[in-house]
């Protein structure tokens, strides 16, 4: 109660908001609604809660809490409280990005990220929870249980005097300075704060500078956003061939929002993807796979894949896929369309989707190439497929990392491929009892069902795992040998006696 008291009396949160309902906008007739917002948008400059008054908002689009959509209900508990500890210690916060985006779409958020004018040595000052993290662009992160509360200072435009040859691998100088880019543009040092203002035209699109704060609740708009939003347009803030070059990562950003949301991407953002794409190279494959597992993990894997193609994106990132999926009919690259289309499902479906089957499934068309290369005509076998597996991943791992567990798990999936067509009952039951069995038997409808002749063997796994013991017995001795038959010994050869 006191605290509640101590926000009311110093600015924290609003005492005629308190214990009322706040407004649905859709419950309010359009007419009304477009006299109120004038009004409302002409009054609040000169009524802004003093803490705001400090701020130059004489650029932006201010909506009050009549006219948007976003309820305190729908924001994290945890991220409120930062927002409130942070404006009673004295400073400026605000929700934005992502969370305000998808709020005002009516879509629930992945995540919730703070912006204010506290550096990270005060945030972390105040917050007992808080960790800074990052060397390029220093940002805190206040732990909260499972979930991360993101809070970052209001960065500034600066002209970056400390330039590093794209060219020189020694960047040793860097250490210790706040700002820094490379003789391309890239940025490598970004740690020069500024205000809400600059803060806004720092960010990358403006669907995701839009500012949300707990005073009076309003939305704050520098750069047009709220029009963007509403429009279904992904614009770049700025000159998109300079924004590029200072992050190319802005590039599969693009992408992927633009799949995940269903926008356009505006014309003078989207011609420079094509031409600005090969900035990729420059992009260090450890930072590149954890991009690429966003745009599969977002639940529209199946657009975006298309986007990259498209966009001509796909050949930094998969060129071996791209060469071999060519022909939209063949087995190869209907496998890679169900595998995404599964991916999609099982997110639809509130269920994980683990890295290792994604690029098992992205990797499979130039690893079945390969395989076919190195076996001709003859079956293909374990060691051939090893042999395959190896030079396929080596040549992936020259544009996106992949981690060691996740290879492994790769290599595990491809190998029980060919051991699920199971000769006698021993390989079934030692195959059903791999800790990648199910995995692969998921692979293995998949390769079926994409049009590859596999002679019945994923229905039969199918039937086996349905069947009660008695079945399951009966279908395992049609294979052959019985599951209780003890492998044959070898024999040594006896080492003839040295004289």
């Known amino acids: 109660m006191l605290k509640k008291l101590k926000r009311v009396l110093f600015g924290g949160v609003e005492a005629s908001h308190i214990g009322e309902p706040e407004t649905n906008p859709s419950t309010v007739p359009r007419s009304q609604r477009t006299k109120k917002s004038a009004a409302a948008t002409e009054a609040i400059p000169g009524n802004l809660p003093e803490r705001l008054e400090e701020l130059d908002l004489s650029t932006a689009r201010i909506v009050p809490r009549e006219e948007h959509c976003i309820s305190r209900k729908q924001i994290s508990p945890n991220a409120l409280k930062a927002l409130y500890r942070l404006n009673d210690a004295g400073f400026q916060a605000f929700l934005v990005g992502g969370g305000v985006r998808d709020l005002l779409l009516k879509s629930t958020p992945k ?78 040092r970004d740690n020069v704060y500024g205000s809400i203002n600059e803060d806004a035209l720092r960010r990358d699109f403006t669907i995701n500078a839009l500012y949300y704060t707990t005073n009076r609740f309003l939305v704050i708009d520098f750069t047009s956003g709220l029009e963007d939003l509403e429009n279904g347009l992904i614009r770049m803030i700025g000159d998109p061939a300079i924004r590029f070059r200072e992050d190319p990562v802005r590039l599969l950003r693009a992408i992927r929002f633009s799949a995940k949301l269903d926008f356009n991407i505006e014309q003078n953002t989207r011609l420079q993807i094509d031409q600005l794409a090969y900035l990729l190279e420059s992009i260090s494959p450890a930072r590149l796979f954890d991009e690429t597992i966003k745009l599969f993990v977002g639940g529209k894997a199946v657009s975006t894949f298309a986007l990259l193609r498209q966009y001509k994106v796909a050949s930094y990132l998969f060129p071996q896929t791209l060469e071999h999926t060519r022909d939209p009919a063949a087995p190869a690259s209907r496998l890679l369309q169900l595998a995404l289309e599964n991916t999609d499902t099982r997110l639809a479906e509130g269920k994980s989707v683990t890295p290792a089957f994604l690029y098992a499934a992205l990797l499979w068309p130039p690893l079945q190439a390969e395989l076919a290369r190195l076996s001709g005509d003859k079956p293909a076998t374990i060691p051939a497929l090893q042999e395959a597996a190896n030079k396929v991943i080596m040549a992936q791992l020259n544009h996106t990392a992949i981690p060691k567990r996740f290879t492994a798990a790769m290599r595990e999936i491809w190998e029980l491929q060919l051991k699920l067509r199971p000769r006698n009952a021993r390989s079934a039951e030692s195959c059903m009892a791999h800790p990648r069995f199910r995995a692969a038997y998921d692979f293995l409808l998949l390769r079926e069902e994409a049009g590859e002749e596999l002679h019945g063997a994923g229905s039969w796994w199918t039937r086996l795992q349905l069947a009660n013991p008695e079945q399951q017995q009966q279908m395992l001795q049609e294979l052959g040998t019985r599951s209780s038959a003890k492998p044959r010994k070898r024999r040594r050869k006896r080492q003839e006696k040295k004289e």
Do not use: Y
Request: hydrophobic fraction near 35%; charged fraction near 30%.
């Open 111 to 188: 995540d919730f990220d703070i912006s204010t004018n506290a550096t990270p040595e005060e945030v972390r000052q105040l917050f007992r929870n808080a960790r800074i993290i990052g060397r390029r662009f220093k940002i805190v992160h206040l732990t909260f249980g499972r979930e991360i509360i993101e809070v970052t200072t209001f960065r500034a435009h600066h002209n970056a005097e400390n330039e590093f040859d794209d060219a020189a691998g020694d960047r040793h100088g860097i250490k210790g300075l706040d700002s820094a880019h490379s003789n391309s543009g890239m940025i490598l």
